[in-house]
T-cell receptor
């Protein structure tokens, strides 16, 4: 089983719909991140959380919200999806003692 | 403002030869650098890292070089193998300055030609 699991792996949704992407981890890490990958732009940080009570905006948080339901779970929501949110989304975790981050397998989201 | 830049979107190298991937950064506060490797349909996986107190770090076939004065780092893979074909991302952070977020470059697609 993967240490960082993202669900769903693929999703097609319509403009204006609300959608939630979920991430769970078994590594016991306190820090969790959501990134999005677009062609030619690399990975950009959407939101990050250092613990259950600590949520921070990344560089491209507009149009997104997050919830840290437990240390092991961090979900990303698009309240009203728009086509330019079509991208590959990655969840990542790390411990405070290391800079190395561990990534999930990604969720490919298409907004039509 | 792209603080971490990988100016070569793609690179092709013959099997057995050396692959050199380059990365430049603009933020002088960055003091820790990482390389990630990504295969299609998978998440990025950590490859190798280097702290700014060093100028070289080696792990098997992979070596990362850091030139702080030029704000430049490079990843050398020798000898290159077909399994090295992937997208490589350079990333940087500033943990010593309280900024633990990873800032990624745009990636370089490496293709190893058998």
């Amino acid at each position: 089983d993967a240490d960082v699991t993202q669900t769903p792996r693929n999703r097609i949704t319509k403009t204006g719909k609300r959608i939630m992407l979920e991430c769970s981890q078994t590594k016991g890490h306190d820090r969790m991140y959501w990134y999005r990958q677009d062609p030619g732009l690399g990975l950009r940080l959407i939101y990050y959380s250092f613990d259950v009570k600590d949520i921070n905006k990344g560089e491209i948080s507009d149009g997104y919200s997050v919830s840290r339901q437990a240390q092991a779970k961090f979900s990303l929501s698009l309240e009203s999806a728009i086509p330019n949110q079509t991208a590959l989304y990655f969840c990542a975790t790390r411990t405070g003692r290391s800079t190395e981050a561990f990534f999930g397998q990604g969720t490919r989201l298409t907004v039509v | 403002d792209q603080q971490v830049k990988q100016n070569s979107p793609s690179l092709s190298v013959q099997e057995g030869r050396i692959s050199i991937l380059n990365c430049d950064y603009t933020n002088s506060m960055f003091d820790y650098f990482l390389w990630y490797k990504k295969y299609p349909a998978e998440g990025p996986t950590f490859l190798i890292s280097i702290s700014s107190i060093k100028d070289k770090n080696e792990d098997g076939r992979f070596t990362v070089f850091l030139n702080k004065s030029a704000k430049h780092l490079s990843l050398h893979i020798v000898p290159s193998q077909p399994g090295d074909s992937a997208v490589y991302f350079c990333a940087a952070s500033a943990p010593s300055f309280g900024n633990e977020k990873l800032t990624f470059g745009t990636g370089t697609r490496l293709t190893i030609i058998p």
